[in-house]
């Protein structure tokens, strides 16, 4: 049970969430892929494909070297994308295709985190042009994502910026407890994958949520809280108060980019088991 009320004389803490499959049920970006699709950024091939890159994902995800190999596809793929044009897409179909997949037992966590005055604070290897939606519905203080140069004609360049992943989420969780002022050792912090490590163990109390089978080996060892979140819930009904605006720490990959290169991954694991 989480303490109700913060000691405001101390200083301040915060919750630090990973998004997919700790907050919500799938991967935020193939959620989309569809509505990717109809707005033109991904051919039907690769929506015919996202449907065994969700598989993929839901069963265990990528490793590092995986994660690395996509990582440099995407951002070739996504060299003059519009920018603009994901972030429509992405507002017009937000609640309709990530309402139905929050997490009841996330939802709760973010609430019992506010009530007792923490701040609560997305950390995503996705790109902000779904994060920070995400994290606004949810009422998330913050967001931490992946960022992408975007030029001077609204595209993306090709080039990251910023890859929030492995350690790189340590140590953004760090620098904004030395920005922000909080004491670490009383933060908490979840995530399902063992790639979160360095995030949970920076924190006074790490959560495993739903974790894969490397990041439980880990939470048994080390004796941190093992979480079942099952029962998705829209938000609308789950937080009825007023939410509280995003304030973004880090942005952007192209979301549909991601997306692309997450089927780019999958394909080759299917082509590999062939």
């Known amino acids: 049970m989480l303490d109700l009320v913060e000691n405001h004389s101390l200083p301040r803490t915060a919750a630090f969430f990973d998004l997919d499959k700790t907050v919500i049920a799938k991967s935020s970006t193939l959620t989309f892929s569809k509505s990717f699709y109809q ?14 890159a969700q598989f993929v994902f839901l069963a265990g995800g990528a490793d590092h070297d995986q994660m690395e190999r996509m990582r440099a596809y995407l951002s070739s793929l996504c060299r003059g994308w519009n920018v603009q044009q994901v972030r429509e897409i992405v507002a017009e179909t937000l609640h309709d295709l990530i309402d139905p997949i929050i997490y009841d037992e996330a939802a709760s966590l973010i609430e019992e985190h506010h009530t007792a005055g923490r701040d609560v604070v997305i950390v995503s290897t996705s790109g902000a042009e779904v994060v920070e939606p995400i994290g606004e519905l949810l009422g998330a203080d913050r967001v931490v994502a992946t960022r992408m140069v975007v030029g001077d004609d609204g595209c993306f360049t090709g080039e990251v910026e910023y890859y929030a992943y492995g350690p790189t989420k340590a140590e953004a969780v760090r620098e904004l407890a030395e920005s922000e002022g909080y004491d670490l050792e009383r933060c908490f912090a979840y995530s399902d994958s063992a790639t979160d490590i360095p995030m949970l163990e920076s924190v006074g109390h790490p959560h495993a949520v739903n974790p894969d089978r490397a990041l439980r080996r880990e939470a048994l060892a080390r004796e941190w809280p093992i979480l079942d979140f099952h029962r998705p819930v829209r938000l609308k009904q789950r937080l009825p108060a007023p939410r509280r605006p995003a304030l973004v720490a880090a942005a952007a990959v192209g979301a549909a980019a991601a997306t692309a290169g997450i089927v780019w991954f999958a394909s080759r694991r299917r082509a590999a088991a062939g």
């Open 39 to 52: 707005g033109g950024l991904i051919n039907r091939r690769a929506v015919l494909r996202t449907a065994y």
